[in-house]
């Protein structure tokens, strides 16, 4: 059974600093995909990640997949308030077609 | 990107009751996914909607309390039913687009069961 860690599950960070978000996951997967989650509204979609090495960079944003390690990153840079919402990330568990496995979220709080 | 529409947005119920939730998408797609999301939790996947036949159903999930339809490649309803205060949460659908490795979500319903 695919199990997704992700941490830290919470980060308040300072406007103009760096962090980053892991995703580890248990078994053999092709796809990650990375999620935005504002208060009260649906699932935004980031990133896809298709293949090892894979790296993908949108504004402050920058995802990559490690297959071999079985780890994923979305790094923030220079942080600004938008960013502020819960970030996720989601494995397709190979063995039953497309179905997703979530982490448990990231709750990132941008102080400006 | 799909376009999902999913309908109500949201809802509050009283416990013993069902609700329906339609979920309809602009063009034709391979797969759709319900999943619910306990308040303040992550999402869990209830079952994997197929076209023409019963849905496959996750694990602590039951066709008797979440049937599911899908009759055609665009449409499908989840229906959430004999309702209690535990399942108040936001239901999503989610679909997966023909020849796409891109997952979307609807933008959700947030059930309130009193």
């Known amino acids: 059974e695919l199990k997704v860690e992700q941490n830290p599950l919470f980060l308040s960070m300072q406007e103009g600093k760096n962090y980053t978000i892991y995703c580890n996951y248990s078994?053999?997967?092709?796809?990650l995909y990375w999620y935005r989650q504002d208060p009260g509204k649906s699932l935004e979609s980031l990133f896809v990640?298709?293949?090892?090495?894979a790296v993908k960079q949108e504004g402050r944003l920058m995802a990559s997949l490690d297959t071999k390690a079985r780890l994923s990153t979305l790094h923030i840079t220079a942080a600004v308030h938008d960013l502020s919402a819960t970030y996720f990330c989601?494995?397709?568990?190979?063995?039953?077609?497309?179905?997703?496995?979530f982490g448990a979220g990231t709750i990132l709080r941008v102080k400006s | 990107s799909a376009v999902i529409s999913q309908k109500p947005s949201r809802d509050i119920c009283q416990r013993g009751t069902s609700l329906t939730i339609q979920c309809q998408v602009d063009s034709q797609v391979t797969m759709m996914f319900w999943y619910r999301q306990q308040p303040g939790q992550s999402l869990t996947l209830i079952a994997t909607a197929n076209q023409g036949s019963e849905a496959t159903y996750e694990s602590g999930f039951v066709i008797d309390k979440f049937p599911i339809s899908r009759p055609n490649l665009t449409f499908s309803t989840l229906t959430v039913s004999n309702m209690s205060p535990e399942d108040s949460s936001i239901y999503l659908c989610?679909?997966?687009?023909?020849?796409?490795?891109?997952?979307?979500f609807g933008q959700g319903t947030r059930l309130t069961v009193v």
């Open positions: 990640l298709l293949s090892n090495g």
């Open positions: 989601a494995v397709v568990e190979l063995e039953y077609g497309n179905k997703l496995v």
């Open positions: 078994t053999t997967s092709d796809r």
């Open positions: 989610s679909v997966i687009r023909r020849l796409s490795t891109e997952a979307f």
